[in-house]
């Protein structure tokens, strides 16, 4: 079963994350890229504005083709504002996921992981829509607001993770 983790990431925990689980996983990596610039101030709110809109960022064509070539999709996203980013929004939206397992990871600053349940209800409908099925959503808290997650606490963190 050849399984992708597609992720997105602005400060690296996310990156981070997704790179231990294609370790633990033996599973390919691809990174999402955003065109829309989310660095300093500006960026900071048109991240959580854009986020809390619920958006789908515009992915390039070939990214969303190469995820639709997996059996199973884990995607990891930073959480912004509550919601997942448009950069996770857009492979629930835009990719070919028909008959797919999707698993998704959340990297958040809050260690209680508030919103998780109403995250978990939003992707559920979208994936339905898609014909998908969901394999789980895992939610990571990375305690730290514009830095790096510390890669021995994520470690720890992400030893209970399994696509169901
Ligand atoms: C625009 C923006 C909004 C954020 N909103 C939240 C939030 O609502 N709740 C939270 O726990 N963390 C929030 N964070 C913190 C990120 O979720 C956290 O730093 C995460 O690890 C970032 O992942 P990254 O390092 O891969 O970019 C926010 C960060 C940004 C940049």
Redesign the pocket.
Known sequence: MKTCIA???????????AEILAEKLKADLIELIDPVN?RGVI??????FR?SSGVSAKLDAETLKKIASYDTVVAA???????TTPAFNAILTEAALSGKRFVALT????LN???HDQRVSDMKEKLAAAGAVFGGCYPV??A??????DKADLEKKLEGFKIE
């Not at 960026?43 to 959580?48: N, Y």
């Not at 996203?77 to 919601?83: D, G, M």
């Open positions: 992720f997105f990431s602005r400060d690296g925990s996310t990156k981070l994350a989310y960026g900071f709110l048109r991240g959580g986020a996203t930073p959480i912004w504002a509550s919601k990297v958040q600053g809050d992981a508030a919103g808290g990375s730290k607001f514009g830095r790096c997650a």
